[in-house]
């Protein structure tokens, strides 16, 4: 019995002196620009699991926890927003019961979000759940738009997921919205010249061509990731340098970090390396958001 109380004691100061570290840590990096949006490519739950030779499925819950504790390194060293790949579109392609389990892990974690102990309490945290939702099934879509809803008043911190989702899917939706509004604004003030008699020809066509453009702006606004800056920073494990069909059209000018770390073994020490990376290359980078801007 006192061999166990030495023990949970020696356990809890090593774990207090952990957290002083880590805080004096995120102190002194915070001297520097912090990035305020962070994208994370989760990519290695499955090898992690076979690596161990656990049972197929656990990989991803092991991925859970790895989420949780990156989630929490983050919004402590000051990123607003972090975005996971959660599910890609094409994931839908696996094997039934792969998407029925991994659509059930979704659902028991979302509860666990919503908890008094759980994240979004703890940051005060607003979750955004981005991509096209009418491809869930109905007990997954209902879960996301509860999330979505309880959330909605948190300013503190942002965590946007992805899923399901492709950059693809992301872009024609975008288009298409852009081009339905537009066919909208046209419509009505062309009519109403028609109405007061305008002539067919020449004053109908210079409205329309008038009209008729469709800017970068009128895109962008209805992207998905709308709602969230550009990333700073995306980092994908396992060591792959693909995006993998994830947000191609926002991370034009963002840096790439893929340590060979599998998901589920990722951990502080590749975060902080991937922020002091982006404080190295931080005047480039702003540099060239900045041109962007004024564009």
Same mark, same amino acid.
């Given at each position: 019995?006192?061999?166990?109380?030495?023990?949970?004691?020696?356990?809890?100061?090593?774990?207090?002196?952990?957290?002083?570290?880590?805080?004096?840590?995120?102190?002194?990096?915070?001297?520097?620009?912090?990035?305020?949006?962070?994208?994370?490519?989760?990519?290695?739950?499955?090898?992690?699991?076979?690596?161990?030779?656990?049972?197929?499925?656990?990989?991803?819950?092991?991925?859970?926890?790895?989420?949780?504790?990156?989630?929490?390194?983050?919004?402590?060293?000051?990123?607003?927003?972090?975005?996971?790949?959660?599910?890609?579109?094409?994931?839908?392609?696996?094997?039934?019961?792969?998407?029925?389990?991994?659509?059930?892990?979704?659902?028991?974690?979302?509860?666990?979000?919503?908890?008094?102990?759980?994240?979004?309490?703890?940051?005060?945290?607003?979750?955004?759940?981005?991509?096209? $939702?009418?491809? %869930?099934?109905?007990?997954?879509?209902?879960? +996301? #738009? *509860?999330? /979505?809803?309880?959330?909605?008043?948190?300013?503190?911190?942002?965590?946007?997921?992805?899923?399901?989702?492709?950059?693809?899917?992301?872009?024609?939706?975008?288009?298409?919205?852009?081009?339905?509004?537009?066919?909208?604004?046209?419509?009505?003030?062309?009519?109403?010249?028609?109405?007061?008699?305008?002539?067919?020809?020449?004053?109908?066509?210079?409205? $329309?061509?008038? %009209?008729?453009?469709?800017?970068?702006?009128? +895109? #962008? *606004?209805? /992207?998905?990731?709308?709602?969230?800056?550009?990333?700073?920073?995306?980092?994908?494990?396992?060591?792959?340098?693909?995006?993998?069909?994830?947000?191609?059209?926002?991370?034009?000018?963002?840096?790439?970090?893929?340590?060979?770390?599998?998901?589920?073994?990722?951990?502080?020490?590749?975060?902080?390396?991937?922020?002091?990376?982006?404080?190295?290359?931080?005047?480039?980078?702003?540099?060239?958001?900045?041109?962007?801007?004024? #564009?």
């Amino acid at each position: 019995m006192l061999t166990e109380k030495t023990g949970g004691i020696k356990s809890l100061l090593f774990g207090g002196l952990v957290t002083f570290l880590r805080i004096c840590l995120f102190k002194v990096i915070a001297t520097g620009p912090i990035p305020e949006h962070i994208a994370f490519i989760m990519d290695g739950n499955r090898r992690y699991a076979k690596k161990h030779n656990f049972a197929e499925g656990s990989g991803h819950k092991a991925g859970y926890s790895s989420l949780v504790s990156m989630l929490g390194h983050c919004y402590e060293l000051g990123v607003k927003y972090v975005t996971v790949y959660a599910f890609s579109i094409d994931n839908f392609k696996r094997r039934p019961d792969i998407v029925k389990f991994l659509m059930d892990l979704m659902l028991e974690k979302i509860e666990l979000l919503l908890g008094e102990e759980g994240l979004v309490n703890q940051y005060g945290l607003r979750i955004y759940f981005i991509g096209n $939702l009418k491809l %869930l099934s109905e007990p997954v879509r209902a879960a +996301v #738009e *509860k999330v /979505m809803k309880a959330t909605e008043n948190n300013k503190r911190a942002v965590l946007l997921v992805c899923m399901p989702y492709t950059s693809t899917d992301e872009i024609v939706h975008a288009v298409k919205q852009s081009c339905e509004n537009k066919r909208r604004e046209i419509q009505t003030p062309v009519a109403t010249k028609l109405a007061n008699g305008a002539s067919e020809g020449v004053e109908v066509m210079m409205e $329309l061509r008038k %009209l008729a453009n469709i800017n970068l702006v009128d +895109v #962008e *606004k209805h /992207m998905y990731m709308g709602v969230a800056p550009d990333p700073d920073i995306l980092i994908r494990s396992s060591g792959e340098t693909r995006l993998s069909n994830f947000l191609l059209w926002q991370t034009a000018n963002c840096p790439l970090y893929s340590p060979a770390a599998l998901w589920p073994e990722l951990d502080i020490r590749h975060l902080v390396w991937a922020v002091l990376n982006f404080q190295r290359s931080y005047p480039y980078l702003e540099k060239k958001k900045q041109k962007k801007i004024s #564009e």
